[in-house]
């Protein structure tokens, strides 16, 4: 399937955002409209950061083991996400580019690897759906750091 990504630009520096995302559990403050019940476990931040949550999308729950396998301060995050019994993997990708105003522009990619049969046959709905909730995580993680981070420059 074809991957999604949604993005946000904010006044905090790369580091800054990077700094925020790279301690797992502040991820429940912004995805908990559809991300619940989370149990951590490994490190709290970097490599090896796990959490396993209950996800709610489209009227189904189920069960996500999330596990950050890749970091690159301050630009990227890389997240392995599996769920459906080990039916669907998929990653998903911070990436923290500069902007000129000392901000930064927040992405988040979610690329599927392995899917099952039902989401391959619903694509255009499973990535709609997936699209509008992490829409709704960048605005959620905006405010969270105007909450929690000063802004650049402040």
């Given at each position: 399937?074809?991957?999604?990504?949604?993005?946000?630009?904010?006044?905090?520096?790369?580091?800054q955002?990077?700094?925020?995302l790279?301690?797992?559990?502040?991820?429940?403050?912004?995805t908990?409209?559809?991300?619940?019940?989370?149990r951590y476990?490994?490190?709290g931040?970097?490599?090896?950061?796990?959490?396993t949550?209950?996800?709610?999308?489209?009227?189904?729950?189920t069960?996500?083991?999330?596990e950050?396998?890749?970091?690159?301060?301050p630009?990227?995050?890389v997240?392995?996400?599996v769920?459906?019994?080990?039916?669907?993997?998929?990653?998903?990708?911070?990436?923290?580019?500069?902007?000129?105003?000392g901000?930064?522009?927040?992405s988040?990619?979610?690329?599927?690897v392995?899917t099952?049969?039902?989401d391959?046959?619903?694509?255009?709905v499973?990535?709609?759906?997936i699209?509008?909730a992490?829409?709704?995580?960048?605005r959620?993680l905006?405010?969270?750091?105007?909450?929690?981070?000063?802004a650049?420059?402040?």
């Open positions: 399937m074809k991957s999604v990504t949604v993005s946000i630009d904010v006044p905090q520096t790369p580091g955002v990077y700094g925020f790279d301690v797992i559990a502040h991820h429940q403050r912004f908990d409209h559809y991300l619940t019940d989370w476990s490994g490190p931040h970097g490599v090896g950061a796990c959490a949550v209950t996800a709610a999308l489209g009227g189904a729950k069960d996500v083991a999330i950050v396998i890749e970091a690159d301060p630009r990227r995050i997240e392995r996400n769920s459906a019994a080990g039916r669907r993997l998929a990653h998903g990708t911070y990436t923290i580019e500069p902007l000129g105003t901000g930064s522009h927040v988040f990619t979610y690329a599927w392995r099952p049969l039902a391959r046959l619903l694509a255009a499973v990535r709609a759906t699209r509008r992490n829409r709704t995580v960048m959620r905006a405010d969270e750091l105007a909450r929690h981070v000063p650049a420059g402040t």
